[in-house]
């Protein structure tokens, strides 16, 4: 059964920091490439971060230096380390696969997402 399940969010001011972890089903995170997203309001959703299944990492530009994705392959589990936070941090945050992995699966028939986790900067 596919399950994915992000915590850690919350309100913080600028220049703070939060780590986000996300709970997946073996289904989805077993092998696979990982990513965290975030849809601001008003906008589309956007990649923050990737990790493949070996733990090589890419970000955007945005987020460069600031942000760090991790994995725990026992656990099933994806982490967003998120450090000098910008008011314009401020989205839920959902995990999935990585996009090249979800375009595969998503022809397939897959278009899961979780309930994502709120993330609100104050300046």
């Known amino acids: 059964q596919e399950r994915l399940v992000e915590s850690g969010g919350g309100l913080m001011q600028a220049g703070g920091s939060l780590t986000l972890s996300c709970a997946a089903s073996e289904s989805i995170f077993r092998d696979n490439d990982m990513a965290w997203y975030r849809r601001a309001p008003g906008n589309q959703r956007e990649l923050v971060a990737a990790i493949t299944s070996g733990g090589g990492t890419n970000y955007a530009d945005s987020v460069k230096d600031r942000f760090t994705i991790s994995r725990d392959n026992a656990k099933n589990t994806v982490y967003l380390q998120m450090n000098s936070l910008k008011p314009e941090d401020t989205a839920v945050y959902y995990c999935?696969?990585?996009?090249?992995?979800?375009?595969?699966?998503?022809?397939?028939?897959?278009?899961?997402w979780g309930q994502g986790t709120q993330v609100t900067v104050s300046s």
């Open positions: 999935n696969l990585a996009p090249e992995v979800f375009g595969t699966w998503y022809v397939k028939g897959y278009s899961y």
